[in-house]
């Protein structure tokens, strides 16, 4: 799992996407002359460069690969929306369990769920730096979770005990991700 993060003038940081094993993690990049966030591995992580050259000359000779490109982005600018609003406009709980119902989700449409699990290797600062959360908040709305039965996270995995009960807390919809998952979330 990578990370983007902004670093705040007092050194915490505010992680702005996570990006699951697959994703491009930024491939917005290509296009701007400088990055204005940070990348970080979040676990462990094997990461891949390409020159942007490289890349470019690959438009040129095959452009569906370059129109490939340019959906990855607009997928992500999808989520960064979902996620500024998830962060400012929902409560503690709904918020926890929407972006634990997103992972979930996207680990599960490209085959990184085992059973009814998923890895989301953070620390409960991380999650807080993520969720705009203290980690005392972040520990009660787990709590909240927990009881409910509809999600636990613990030791760097996500376990979702009732789908709809999470998704029901979360408000959580989907089709702003673009990707279908096949057979029983």
Known sequence: MLARYHTMSDGKRQYISLHISGDWADAQGLFLDHMDHSVCAMGKA??????????????KDRPQIGFVVWRETLIDAAIFRMTITNNSARHGAARLAHFFAELYYRSKAVGL???????????????????????????????????????DWNSGRLTVGNWGKLTSIAGFDSSYIYQKVQGKK
């Open 113 to 151: 769920v085992s059973g009814n699990s998923c890895y989301l290797p953070l620390s409960q600062t991380q999650l807080g730096e993520t969720l705009g959360m203290s980690i005392a908040t972040v520990n009660r709305n787990l709590q909240k979770l927990r009881k409910s039965g509809a999600a």
């Open 46 to 59: 094997s990461v891949y460069s390409i020159p942007h050259s490289e890349l470019f000359e690959l438009f």
